[in-house]
């Protein structure tokens, strides 16, 4: 399978705790971005690395949320101090990015955060 | 700030019925327009995508989207649906010089045989 994975599918976790995802994009895609999912709505941006570089964040990634790409390939979304509103989908998407007009991304599976 | 307006939350259809969904954008700049489709248990699939050119683009499995830019919107048509496309199905939006896509907040379509 060659699309964007994501781990773990599911995580659950008690109020206060810390937890880490993962996603590795499509390889070669330069452009890797975050997005959070509640039920009935559609996806959020949260950020988007082109590379190892972070160059946007939203307003609703709070101080508590850390993003991090430090090769340029894979990326993790750190929550510390989870909270119940943390509960949602955190999907992960990826783009080949290089200037391209025409930049589509491509969605992982996501990871699915229940927060006690 | 852009945003994108799904009006029909839940739709229901039976086979061969024809689809259409309805996607409103405010911006009033140059955008890129998408619809992305979530069957049941799987993640999120590009159904199509328009960037330029002819208004009228062609997705998978034999769905199409109308840009029509006087009125900002980018409507889903399918002219027989199928069981098969019971899913959830969202509009989405980049505008220039952003790379986030801005999401409707989705319609789920159910068919019924």
């Known amino acids: 399978d060659t699309g964007v994975s994501q781990n773990p599918r599911h995580k659950i976790t008690k109020r206060g705790q810390n937890v880490t995802f993962r996603c590795d994009p499509i390889?070669?895609?330069?452009?890797l971005y975050w997005y959070r999912q509640t039920l009935g709505q559609g996806p959020e941006f949260l950020t988007y690395?082109?590379?190892?570089?972070?160059?946007?964040k939203s307003r609703l990634l709070s101080d508590r949320f850390s993003a991090e790409r430090p090769k340029g390939s894979f990326s993790t979304l750190e929550i510390q101090r989870t909270e119940q509103g943390d509960s949602a989908m955190y999907l992960c998407?990826?783009?080949?990015?290089?200037?391209?007009?025409?930049?589509?991304?491509?969605f992982g599976p996501g990871t699915r955060l229940t927060v006690l | 700030a852009q945003s994108v307006s799904q009006h029909n939350h839940h739709v229901i259809l039976s086979e061969a019925a024809s689809l259409e969904l309805g996607c409103n954008y405010s911006?009033?700049?140059?955008?890129?327009l998408f619809w992305y489709v979530q069957y049941p248990g799987q993640h999120l699939q590009l159904l199509l995508k328009?960037?330029?050119?002819?208004?009228l683009v062609k997705g998978i499995k034999g769905f199409e989207a109308e840009f029509i830019k006087s009125k900002f919107s980018f409507n889903l048509r399918k002219p027989s649906v199928q069981w098969s496309d019971t899913a959830e199905y969202f509009c989405?939006?980049?505008?220039?010089?952003?790379?986030?896509?801005?999401f409707g907040s989705g319609t789920r379509l159910q068919v019924q045989p």
């Open positions: 989405a939006v980049i505008t220039t010089g952003r790379r986030a896509l801005t």
């Open positions: 998407a990826s783009s080949l990015g290089g200037g391209s007009s025409t930049d589509t991304q491509y």
């Open positions: 328009y960037f330029s050119g002819d208004p």
């Open positions: 911006y009033g700049g140059t955008v890129n």
């Open positions: 390889s070669e895609h330069n452009r």
């Open positions: 690395f082109q590379n190892e570089a972070q160059l946007e």
